[in-house]
């Protein structure tokens, strides 16, 4: 699966550096003999409680944007007993992300390692890999050919399902994935119950984002210690993130947790955040929050850093918007766009986000009466916490920080001026939005 155009893929040395996820030659896929040659065979435990303890010890989190401590995940499922199903959810949904469809790409093997290991240790005899069909199928085809050639060299101890989700923003959230692989919609569903007490055909369900699988993977062969080498004492490791960089250009990098933003946007923020092009950096994606560029380059890459602005390292991703560009006119596109995803299942998002998104498209106009801005701050706060999923409340917490951090932005557009000299838009949406039931499935 060739990268998205602009795109490029970092990678340096071996397990002992970074990254630590990605093999050296990010051209082409690593073949399972290459895979076995740089990590060796899957280092099964023989035993449920091991991984979790090892986990536990290393500090690893979810990567799937909510950060979630993995040994509890496991701990949950094993707990409420019956025979478990597992998944690995690389159904990347975020449009400005593409860092789990370059791991599946390029080291699908260490991503299967994991979810093996993942399997062994809460006692599951089933196993799906749930991903989109990106690139015509490419990627898809590719990890079918993976599976099948690890199942012909007996390095698999249960068979993995492949499955395809919808290419719906919420498609990966864990309880509309468990409803499609149950022969419903990829639509979000009311809980409890919570999937891990009972997901995929009833049965206790752990999900895990894939590029978690593949850090347990490496932490089963190299250990805690060896993990906590990077990173930070309360968030260790290292993560992959997609960039968006201001003059176009998609990187993806692996970086160890609590790396400065300035040296990872050097060319976006400049020294000081004042003379690089950009004027805003959006991190954690469409659920994610704005920051000022100055502020930004005073920040590092980990949820404590991050906390002091209302924003978190979510899925990794970081958006570098240009001083070009309107960020009023950006957030408006993209509200439009979450609320149109929306399962629509539910007051807030049925009726919350497309009020929000058209009182933005207004503000994003000239002269917008000033009432404009207090009815989106009221109606955020009507929407918030109010959801069948967290999709209302990462919209919410998008926009809001567009209001404060666009703010001169939109007191000019009040005057009817505009600050923006370039029309075409910035940040990446897809071409199209679900229309009918038969979009989700």
Request: glycine share 12%.
């Amino acid at each position: 699966m060739p990268l998205r155009r602009g795109e490029s893929t970092a990678s340096r040395s071996g397990p002992d550096g970074l990254p630590r996820l990605l093999p050296a030659d990010t051209t082409r896929p690593e073949g399972l003999r290459g895979h076995l040659a740089r990590h060796g065979f899957v280092p099964y435990r023989n035993d449920r409680l091991r991984l979790a303890g090892d986990l536990r010890a290393a500090g690893l989190t979810g990567r799937g944007g909510a950060s979630f401590p993995v040994y509890r995940k496991l701990e949950a499922v094993t707990a409420v007993g019956g025979r478990p199903f597992v998944v690995a959810n690389g159904a990347e949904s975020e449009p400005a992300s593409s860092k789990d469809a370059s791991l599946m790409w390029l080291a699908p093997h260490l991503v299967l390692d994991g979810l093996q290991l993942a399997v062994e240790a809460v006692g599951a005899h089933e196993a799906c890999l749930y991903v989109h069909d990106t690139e015509g199928g490419q990627l898809t085809s590719a990890l079918q050919s993976a599976l099948s050639e690890r199942w012909s060299a007996r390095i698999d101890r249960v068979p993995v399902r492949l499955a395809v989700a919808p290419p719906r923003f919420l498609a990966g959230q864990e309880t509309a994935m468990v409803n499609l692989l149950n022969g419903g919609l990829a639509l979000p569903t009311f809980a409890p119950p919570r999937v891990f007490e009972r997901g995929v055909a009833g049965a206790p369900t752990l999900v895990q984002n894939v590029e978690t699988l593949a850090h347990i993977g490496l932490i089963a062969r190299y250990g805690a210690d060896w993990f906590r080498r990077v990173g930070t004492r309360a968030e260790p490791g290292s993560m992959l993130s997609t960039i968006n960089h201001a003059d176009g250009s998609v990187r993806i990098i692996e970086a160890a947790i609590g790396t400065p933003l300035r040296s990872l946007l050097a060319a976006d923020l400049g020294t000081d955040g004042i003379d690089g092009p950009a004027q805003a950096i959006l991190a954690g994606g469409y659920h994610g929050t704005w920051i000022p560029a100055p502020r930004a380059a005073e920040l590092t890459l980990d949820n404590a850093g991050l906390r002091p602005v209302g924003a978190s390292v979510g899925a990794g991703v970081l958006a570098a918007l240009p001083a070009a560009h309107c960020g009023l006119a950006e957030t408006a596109r993209v509200a439009h766009y979450l609320a149109l995803e929306s399962a629509g299942q539910c007051g807030p998002c049925l009726n919350g986000l497309p009020r929000i998104a058209k009182g933005l498209a207004t503000l994003a106009g000239m002269r917008p009466p000033r009432q404009v801005r207090k009815d989106i701050e009221r109606w955020a706060g009507l929407v918030a916490g109010r959801g069948a999923c967290s999709h209302p409340d990462g919209s919410v917490r998008f926009v809001r920080s567009a209001l404060t951090v666009f703010a001169a932005e939109l007191r000019h557009h009040e005057r009817g001026v505009c600050s923006a000299t370039a029309r075409r838009p910035f940040l990446p949406l897809p071409p199209a939005t679900a229309l009918s039931d038969e979009d989700w499935s």
